[in-house]
T-cell receptor, first 113, second 112 residues
Framework: ELKVEQNPLFLSMQEGKNYTIYCNYS?????LYWYRQDPGKSLESLFV?????AVKQEGRLMASLDTKARLSTLHITAAVHDLSATYFC?????????????FGKGTHLIIQP | DVKVTQSSRYLVKRTGEKVFLECVQD?????MFWYRQDPGLGLRLIYF???????EKGDIPEGYSVSREKKERFSLILESASTNQTSMYLC???????????FGPGTRLTVT
């Protein structure tokens, strides 16, 4: 059974600081997703990582994937208040897009001015 | 832009009622998914479908069924709603080539 663990589950940080959210998963997978969710809203796709060593960046967010360690990280650089949200990682457990995803419990991020 | 719509944003039903949640996507995607989201648990997969009339159980299918009669529409059915099915329900879709799943706005269901 595929398990996905995120940590931390809650993070309060100040603007301008850097921090990393970690996502560990238990079995081999070929795809790792990061989503953002604002309160009362649906999920917004941030990154899809499909290979070992993949790194993607969008603004102040950078995601990476190490399939050997079964670890993905979401790094926040010089945080700003607008990045406050809940961040989820999710893993697909087989090849192809037809299978559902297994999600972590989410990291609730608060960035204080 | 990909658009996934759900029939209701908020729904209140009584215990024992039959409940239908509808999801429609406009991008001709083969695959559609139903998840439920509960605080502290993340999202959990209920059912998915990779083609018309095809369905597969996810991690928590008990108490639910689904229907996919047309490619663009995927329905989640609660045969006899119970209070432990109070939750946020999210529909998603994708095709076999992009991997990325696109989510609808969600339906917050309350069963009293």
């Amino acid at each position: 059974e595929l398990k996905v663990e995120q940590n931390p589950l809650f993070l309060s940080m100040q603007e301008g600081k850097n921090y990393t959210i970690y996502c560990n998963y238990s079995t081999t997978s070929d795809r790792l997703y990061w989503y953002r969710q604002d309160p009362g809203k649906s999920l917004e796709s941030l990154f899809v990582l499909l290979s070992n060593g993949a790194v993607k960046q969008e603004g102040r967010l950078m995601a990476s994937l190490d399939t050997k360690a079964r670890l993905s990280t979401l790094h926040i650089t010089a945080a700003v208040h607008d990045l406050s949200a809940t961040y989820f990682c999710a893993v697909g457990d087989s090849g192809g897009g037809a299978d559902g995803l297994t999600f972590g419990k989410g990291t609730h991020l608060i960035i204080q001015p | 832009d990909v658009k996934v719509t759900q029939s209701s944003r908020y729904l209140v039903k009584r215990t024992g009622e039959k409940v239908f949640l509808e999801c429609v996507q406009d991008m001709d995607h083969e695959n559609m998914f139903w998840y439920r989201q509960d605080p502290g648990l993340g999202l959990r997969l209920i059912y998915f479908s990779y083609d018309v009339k095809m369905k597969e159980k996810g991690d928590i299918p008990e108490g639910y069924s689904v229907s996919r009669e047309k490619k663009e529409r995927f329905s989640l059915i609660l045969e006899s709603a119970s209070t432990n099915q109070t939750s946020m329900y999210l529909c998603a879709s994708n095709n076999d080539y992009s991997y990325e799943q696109y989510f609808g706005p969600g339906t917050r269901l309350t069963v009293t």
